[in-house]
């Protein structure tokens, strides 16, 4: 299986730019996760889908974010306007029934740097 | 205050060593506890995984639940060079599949 899939793998944009994050997950997998990873705060949980529906977008930082889930095997993570504090990593994880055991199954995560 | 707090070290120790990394959380609702580990650039992956309170043994790696203490730990013994990585330990309530994250410990096993 080819794993969770995001991309890009490093973005540099400017500051009012619009980001796009892309996340295609481990098929079959029925949750799917949005966590931004930065030094001061660790890992923090965005919003998550289950069955491509929102179940709890309340990590999500403002109105300038925002994620999609159209289909299964897709979401995006937009930023419009983006500013300099969101650069941080971003990833997107996979789960099988809210992984009960624990198991997320992460990307690779997308770099996202904005000057 | 966090609702999960992990000493971000870097903790350094010689090849064959025992490691102690540690967690304390605050919400008493807590139920899932796991540990990720996390190579340079690369996204977590599961380690362990401990329904409540007790110990779990997989190999080197041992987890510990301390629900009166709201304390976990995760044990390795005979450290390896290839077990130098940032450990995450992660939990979440049974109501709820949103995992909160410690902010994640950097061990280093010398050679």
């Known amino acids: 299986d080819a794993g969770v899939i995001q991309s890009p793998r490093h973005e540099v944009t400017e500051m009012g730019q619009e980001v796009t994050l892309r996340c295609k997950p481990i098929s079959g997998h029925d949750y799917l996760f949005w966590y931004r990873q930065t030094m001061m705060r660790g890992l923090e949980l965005l919003i998550y889908?289950?069955?491509?529906?929102?179940?709890?977008d309340s990590g999500m930082p403002e109105d300038r974010f925002s994620a999609k889930m159209p289909n299964a095997s897709f979401s995006t993570l937009k930023i419009q306007p983006s500013e300099p504090r969101d650069s941080a990593v971003y990833f997107c994880?996979?789960?099988?029934?809210?992984?009960?055991?624990?198991?997320?199954?992460f990307g690779e995560g997308s770099r996202l740097t904005v000057l | 205050q966090k609702e999960v707090e992990q000493d971000p070290g870097p903790l350094s120790v010689p090849e064959g060593a025992i490691v102690s990394l540690n967690c304390t959380y605050s919400?008493?609702?807590?139920?899932?506890f796991m540990w990720y580990r996390q190579y340079s650039r690369k996204g977590p992956e599961l380690l362990m995984y401990?329904?409540?309170?007790g110990n779990k043994e997989d190999g080197r790696f041992t987890a510990q639940v301390d629900k009166s203490s709201k304390y976990i730990s995760l044990f390795i013994r005979d450290s390896q060079p290839s077990d130098s990585a940032t450990y995450l330990c992660?939990?979440?309530?049974?109501?709820?599949?949103?995992?909160?994250f410690g902010s994640g410990t950097r061990l280093l096993v010398r050679p």
């Open positions: 992660a939990m979440r309530m049974d109501s709820s599949y949103k995992l909160i």
């Open positions: 919400n008493s609702a807590f139920q899932y």
């Open positions: 401990t329904y409540s309170s």
């Open positions: 889908f289950n069955n491509n529906v929102p179940i709890d």
């Open positions: 994880a996979s789960s099988l029934l809210g992984g009960r055991t624990g198991e997320l199954f």
